[in-house]
């Protein structure tokens, strides 16, 4: 559903990039989407039409793993870029993206923002920047699926959700997600990842309130994601 008001022209990834001067396209070229909970944005194998920027809520990226399993590839928040697979050669989303609460979202058709990207210097630079770092994150999670004990990655992935949302008032992670979800990000069947939480809770790891988890021993948590720190 389409919002009169979404955006503000100065929070997601683009407008604080761009020229001043550029502001005005932006607007004039600009939608702006409501997305409901669960709802997709866009769907791995859709043709690629544009670039979407986050303005409010939190979405997951997410890849199918095999017939029955998505694989979630990074979670964005309010002021991030999504779709950018699309730059290249492949003419399909090579990824999924899906409301893990109500969003709102900036729509850029491509043929805009490939202009808005030769007149913006500093967003060339800076997306070229942020994609060769989603790019490092990627090889780890390779790396870390392959090499790395299921209860290392589970650790990770509580640290990186920290690291990456901050924290609530009382503690715990500024991020309600399903255990479902929680077992897509760290590559761990659900069986499993209700097993090693149940450990972690009992170690004094962390601390579990439905959806809620507050990490309570994060050196120790570190230590378990060491193994593949050397390679």
């Known amino acids: 559903m389409k919002v009169n008001n979404g955006c503000d022209l100065k929070s997601c990834f683009m407008c604080r990039l761009c020229l001043k001067d550029w502001l005005p396209a932006i607007a004039a070229h600009k939608q702006n989407i409501s997305i409901k909970k669960g709802h997709p ?9 544009g ?14 793993w095999d017939n029955e399993k998505d694989l979630i590839i990074r979670f ?20 999924s993206a899906t409301a893990l609460e109500p969003v709102v979202v900036c729509y850029i058709d491509m043929e805009f923002f490939e202009s808005t990207m030769q007149v913006n210097n500093n967003l060339t630079y800076k997306l070229m920047r942020f994609m060769a ?7 780890k999670r390779v790396r870390n699926l392959v090499h790395m004990p299921v209860k290392g990655r589970i650790a990770q992935a ?5 690291n990456q949302f901050g924290i ?4 715990s992670i500024a991020i309600e997600l399903t255990r ?8 761990a069947s659900y069986e499993t990842l209700f097993k090693v939480m149940n450990e972690f809770t009992d170690e004094k790891l962390v601390e579990v309130a439905g959806k809620n988890i507050r990490v309570i021993n994060e050196p120790q948590l570190k230590k378990l994601t060491d193994t593949v720190s050397h390679l």
């Open 133 to 139: 770092n989603e790019l490092q994150e990627s090889e």
């Open 168 to 171: 609530n008032q009382d503690g």
């Open 76 to 95: 964005a928040k309010a002021g991030e870029i999504l779709g950018h697979t699309g730059l290249g050669d492949d003419s399909n989303y090579l990824v």
């Open 180 to 187: 479902q979800d929680l077992s897509s990000f760290a590559g």
């Open 51 to 64: 670039i979407y920027f986050l303005y409010s809520g939190n979405v997951k990226v997410h890849k199918k």
């Open 158 to 162: 509580l640290i990186n959700l920290k």
């Open 41 to 49: 944005i866009f769907r791995e194998g859709e043709l690629v039409r």
